[in-house]
């Protein structure tokens, strides 16, 4: 298999003992794999030392700095953008990866001209427990759920963890993006789900095996009441803007006040509380989904089955 240029961009936010760990790490799977290989770090506005531990040791590595937090999504497109290869990984700054994981994540795409994203196996820190797998979407008693499995083959997948990722730059562009109005979570998401709408399919590799601290960044940031309250909110965005089937849509709406009674009695009132919040970017979200709607090769049933096989 001939080796790709390939661009890596390392979202970071007052990491630097994050990247202590996983920048090391990351340039040795970089030179195992010795082929052009670019490392950006865009550093979403730090207000640690991560900048400058990154200039005194990492010299080879390009670094975009920017003034303030512009959300995780705004910040990852800007790395991408701004990536000079064809074919870019996108990873979290509170990762560890394994030597030889670039190379099965990325081989992919010299052989698919649908292949529009590969997801990465992410194992927690304690290199035991699955994080993030292939994704498996379906609804449940009219509301939409996301599972994991962890096959030990190459499957298609409903979409690819921003942690841990490689992508078709060009596609990525066609797309533009990730959606900056869902600033993180959901926003993997309801990027490779209009992938899919196109005709771009998604992919997940065992062999590329990532270890993560999961919400290492955004535990710092948002606080886990915060991580909740983002989550519902962007989960009925996601639902508003890109499920296009009437009756698949409608038993999603009929089930808002269920999921808003139900999700406290699990211990998730703000993400009950994010879902009440969704009401007021509804009509942004209606717009986007008659946008979407004119692109969409594909339905939603379609999707989901596509996914699974």
Known sequence: MSMMNLSIVVLNWNGKGFLERGIPSLIRAADIYGNNCEIIVVDNGSSDESVDYLKINFAQIRIIALKENLGSAKAMNIGIKAARADIVIGL???VIVEKDFIAPLVDHFCNDGNLFAVAAKMLLW???TLNFGRAIGRFRFGIFTRTFQEP???ANTLYACSGAFAVDRNKFLELDGFDEDMIVYWEDLDLCYRAWKQGWKT????KSIIFHKFHGTNLKKYGKKGIDALSGENYFLFIIKNLHDKSIFYQQLFSLPLLMLVTPLLGKSHFAKGLLRSIRRWPLFLK???AEKQKAIFS??????MSHQ
């Open 126 to 128: 304690d290199r035991k």
């Open 288 to 290: 986007k989904r008659k």
């Open 203 to 206: 992919i997940y590799e065992p």
């Open 300 to 305: 939603d049933r379609e999707v989901l089955y």
């Open 92 to 94: 979290n700054n509170d």
């Open 152 to 154: 030990a083959k190459t």
